[in-house]
């Protein structure tokens, strides 16, 4: 008798250290958003998101902001990803037709094309991100943010440059925020740099991306590097630009990027808009992550988010692939001229 009730007892036992690990709860504390809130839990992994907004469905404010005194429900600590599978490329896979979760349910899957860029390795990071939107434009009562659309430029890119045969490391991340094509693109506090949180502190945040972009160019194998980093301007209202480009002081190989994207975009604008034309410029400028990161950099303006020509530029989903299709093949071009020495 006394040892069926030890056995119950064991077994009540083991059952209620089971329930309690499956709804592992926690408040939030003041200003804590759920990156923040995951962290401080020990889950940072972008499957610990996706669990953590399908376990608490309902429970969230605007924008998925955590809500002062609610109760919410933790994913399981075993299912913690390793740290570092977040530095890898987006391309380890060895068939032709590839998947990348990265991309959204849509365009995960791609194919490889060609070996164009074979040999190369690009290190991608869109303009601002997590507390920071970055410059704001408003359109039939949308708020555009430059995170999310220069974001999602900087997706297709790294497909486009994955489908010539390149490696490519997406330094900000967005788990839920795949390849959109959508007009007015949702905005969110959800991008992280690889899985880490993004300070909101401005030295820290270009710090953060410089310092992950050296990193990973230090384990990188290929001599041809590339560190892109995609942003879009804010000015007045009625000033219209074209693309525009910035290396680093002293680049050489910056130069000739920045000069090589600007004659692919004058060609795609002479075949597209003919009677238009191009007037993006290029030009040498310290800024901080050009100055700071170690692969060859270029700096790429997109475009005005206030004006409404600019607007045309970045809602039109169409148009923001071709700004991604036009840098890739500038990105050829410019492999192409450094394996020939030029």
Known sequence: MNR????????????????????????????????????????????QYEQFLELNKGKFGRNNSLLKGVS???????????????????????SKTKTNELFGNKYQEYTVKSNKLKG????????????????????????????????DITLRLARALLEEGATVHMIIQDAMDGIRDERYLSNSDRETCMGDVIPLNQVKRLQQRSDKINSLAKRTKEKYKRAVFIHVDSRSQKQQLDVFFYWAPKSSGG???????????????????????????VSERSLFVLDKTTPVGIYAELGNIQNSFDQRRFLDPNNRQALANWMCRGFITDYENWKKGK
């Open 4 to 47: 069926i009730i030890f056995i119950l007892l064991f077994l009540f036992s083991i059952s209620s250290i089971s329930v309690f690990a499956q709804n592992d709860k926690d408040t939030p504390r003041n200003g804590e958003g759920i990156h923040l809130f995951l962290k401080r839990n020990k889950r940072t992994s972008s499957v």
């Open 72 to 94: 919410y429900t933790l994913p399981p600590l075993s299912g913690k990803l390793n740290p570092e599978t977040q530095d890898k490329p987006l391309d380890k896979q060895n």
């Open 120 to 151: 190369t390795c690009f290190y991608l990071s869109s303009g601002h991100g997590g507390p920071d939107p970055g410059a704001i434009g408003k359109v039939d009562g949308y708020e555009l943010h430059e995170d999310e659309y220069a974001y």
């Open 255 to 281: 130069k000739k990027l920045a000069n090589t994207m600007r004659t692919t975009f004058e060609s795609h604008y002479d075949k597209h808009q003919p009677s238009r034309g191009f007037t993006g410029t």
